[in-house]
């Protein structure tokens, strides 16, 4: 069974990709935001171990799946099970570009306003991709996929 992982920038077309291919191929679908974050106000983390625990759950409980985020210290979790990995990395300028026209997520969003507000921070974040040192870094995910010894596809500009 497919067991697909798919990361990059925010912006890169994860969710995208990641919905095409669990609806081509009957595939459950995890967006790691889902599972990230705590419903609280400002957005904190969860606890790595928590997050952790919710990948591991919707793995046993699905037998083909693709699971998708930015997330360097989950996507090992499920890394580790996948027999698919795909790093889109099409460019900052790519990723800022597809933020601006981004629909609505009321998955992540109370409102598409509320998804509004959050832009300017967004386009800021993706613009830090290449320099910062986090979970969220391009060198995070380089690492992730210079580590992996499976399948793998890096999707560039």
């Not at 191929?25 to 599972?35: G, K, M, N, R």
């Not at 606890?47 to 090992?76: K, N, P, R």
């Amino acid at each position: 069974m497919r067991r697909v992982v798919i990361f990059g920038n925010s912006g890169s077309g994860k969710s995208t990709l990641a919905k095409k291919l669990a609806d081509e191929s009957e595939l459950s679908h995890l967006d790691l935001d889902v599972i990230a974050w705590q419903p609280v106000t400002p957005p904190r983390r969860r606890a790595v171990d928590e997050s952790a625990a919710d990948i591991h759950a919707f793995m046993d409980a699905h037998d083909g799946w693709v699971i998708e985020g930015c997330y360097a210290d989950l996507l090992t979790v499920a890394i580790a099970r996948c027999t698919r990995l795909v790093f889109l990395n099409p460019g900052v300028a790519a990723c800022i570009a597809n933020a601006r026209r981004r629909p609505w997520e009321p998955h992540k969003y109370a409102s598409p306003e509320a998804q509004d507000a959050n832009l300017d921070m967004l386009i800021g974040w993706i613009r830090d991709y290449e320099t910062r040192q986090d979970e969220f870094s391009l060198a995070a995910h380089r690492r992730l996929f210079h580590d992996f010894g499976g399948d793998k596809v890096e999707i560039g500009a």
